[in-house]
């Protein structure tokens, strides 16, 4: 069985710039994740996907983070514009269902560094 | 929302020895208390899971506990061998209407010394 893809797998931008990261959940998992995830600190949840509808977004900083999955399948998320402190990796994770303690499975993540 | 400490941050121990890392949740609803190892640079890696209604879950050298009254949950991992040297997180996942994104503890690095 294939895991969580993600890409790219580094990105470099600089302050104020646009980013987009991609990911593509296991097959037939219906529930996505993004996490935020700063050096020398645990994941940090930003928005919860069930199939195409948000579940949760209460974390995300909507002022310049924004998330869709359109198709209930791929995700994208997108920072504009960027600044310093969003420097961190940004995981993309995956379970069969929601709401009742479900694995989830990470993919390995996008480095992203902004200058 | 839910919050959860992790202790230690660190933890050295000998090759073949026991390691125990420690966690507590806030949040009284959470039921879904997952481990996860990570590699420098690696992805996060789902190693044992318990839920509220399993006081312990032991697969091989890894055990967990979970103890619901006094909100805290703990990781034993016995006969330790290099390759268990890696940072390791708890989280809590809280319900609500389908709503399970995981809070995590800020991680103990675990270094087996040879």
């Known amino acids: 069985e294939a895991g969580v893809a993600q890409s790219p797998r580094y990105k470099i931008i600089e302050k104020r710039q646009s980013v987009a990261f991609w990911c593509n959940p296991i097959s037939g998992h219906a529930t996505l994740y993004w996490y935020q995830q700063i050096l020398g600190q645990g994941p940090k949840l930003l928005i919860q996907?069930?199939?195409?509808?948000?579940?949760?977004d209460s974390q995300l900083p909507k002022d310049r983070f924004s998330a869709e999955r359109l198709k209930g399948v791929d995700s994208t998320l997108k920072i504009q514009p960027a600044k310093l402190e969003d420097s961190a990796v940004y995981l993309c994770?995956?379970?069969?269902?929601?709401?009742?303690?479900?694995?989830?499975?990470f993919g390995p993540g996008t480095r992203l560094t902004v200058t | 929302g839910e919050n959860v400490e992790q202790h230690p941050s660190t933890l050295s121990v000998q090759e073949g020895d026991s390691a125990v890392i420690k966690c507590t949740y806030s949040d009284s609803a959470s039921n879904y208390f997952p481990w996860y190892k990570q590699e420098l640079g690696k992805r996060p890696q789902l190693i044992i899971d318990i839920r509220s209604n399993v006081g312990e879950k032991k697969d091989q050298r890894i055990a967990v506990t979970l103890n619901k009254t006094a909100k805290h949950f703990s990781l034993h991992i016995t006969e330790t061998q290099p390759e268990d040297s890696a940072v390791y997180f708890c989280a809590g996942g809280e319900p609500g209407g389908g709503a399970d994104g995981l809070t995590f503890g800020k991680g103990t690095h675990l270094i087996i010394q040879p």
């Open positions: 996907f069930q199939n195409n509808g948000v579940v949760d």
């Open positions: 994770a995956s379970s069969v269902l929601a709401g009742g303690g479900e694995a989830q499975y």
